[in-house]
T-cell receptor, first 114, second 110 residues
Framework: KAGVTQTPRYLIKTRGQQVTLSCSPISGHRSVSWYQQTPGQGLQFLFEYFSETQRNKGNFPGRFSGRQFSNSRSEMNVSTLELGDSALYLC?????????????FGPGTRLTVL | GNSVTQMEGPVTLSEEAFLTINCTYTATGYPSLFWYVQYPGEGLQLLLKATKADDKGSNKGFEATYRKETTSFHLEKGSVQVSDSAVYFCALTRYEKLTFGTGTRLTIIP
């Protein structure tokens, strides 16, 4: 079974631009979560989608948004980029809801904002 | 709210040494507990998990026991190898949301 894939792997943008990151979950997985990883703040939860519905949202400004499609693929969008948005963005998928379920992580998209 | 506190790194050990990375948590209700590992340039991989009190998770020689009375989930390995060099994250889930510790960078010297 193919793992979680994220595209692109690397991105360089300038302040003020917007960016869209894509995540394809493991086949059959319906839950997709997004995390931001930075040296200063560590790993922080952005949001979680299940069956095209956002169920959980972390403490990030409205510039960060996401969506999930009927095939469970997910995208996240960051508008009006700031230097502090430079980070590794990780996507994770799991088969169903519930805290006992393992989340499988993709390799991440490294975003650099200049 | 929920939080995870883990041992600050970096930790440097010689090959075959005993490893302990401390992890304590604060959470409402009964979270599930996890250890994830991140190798250079890669995403996170689940190392082990425990879903209820007194459960012991184990994998690749690593072990951790869910201690509700001390709200702890310390990671241990009896004899580390160079290939264990990575960053280790303790985490908990409540309502499908993973809350991570700050990570501990482990380096094993031959």
């Amino acid at each position: 079974k193919a793992g979680v894939t994220q595209t692109p792997r690397y991105l360089i943008k300038t302040r003020g631009q917007q960016v869209t990151l894509s995540c394809s979950p493991i086949s059959g997985h319906r839950s997709v979560s997004w995390y931001q990883q930075t040296p200063g703040q560590g790993l922080q939860f952005l949001f979680e989608y299940f069956s095209e519905t956002q169920r959980n949202k972390g403490n990030f400004p409205g510039r960060f948004s996401g969506r999930q499609f009927s095939n469970s693929r997910s995208e996240m969008n960051v508008s009006t980029l700031e230097l502090g948005d430079s980070a590794l963005y990780l996507c994770a998928s799991s088969s169903t809801s519930g805290d006992n379920n393992e989340q499988f992580f993709g390799p991440g998209t490294r975003l650099t904002v200049l | 709210g929920n939080s995870v506190t883990q041992m600050e790194g970096p930790v440097t050990l010689s090959e075959e040494a005993f490893l302990t990375i401390n992890c304590t948590y604060t959470a409402t209700g009964y979270p599930s507990l996890f250890w994830y590992v991140q190798y250079p340039g890669e995403g996170l991989q689940l190392l082990l998990k425990a879903t209820k009190a007194d459960d012991k998770g184990s994998n690749k020689g690593f072990e951790a026991t869910y201690r509700k009375e001390t709200t702890s989930f310390h990671l241990e390995k009896g004899s580390v190898q160079v290939s264990d060099s990575a960053v280790y994250f303790c985490a908990l889930t409540r309502y499908e949301k993973l809350t991570f510790g700050t990570g501990t960078r482990l380096t094993i010297i031959p």
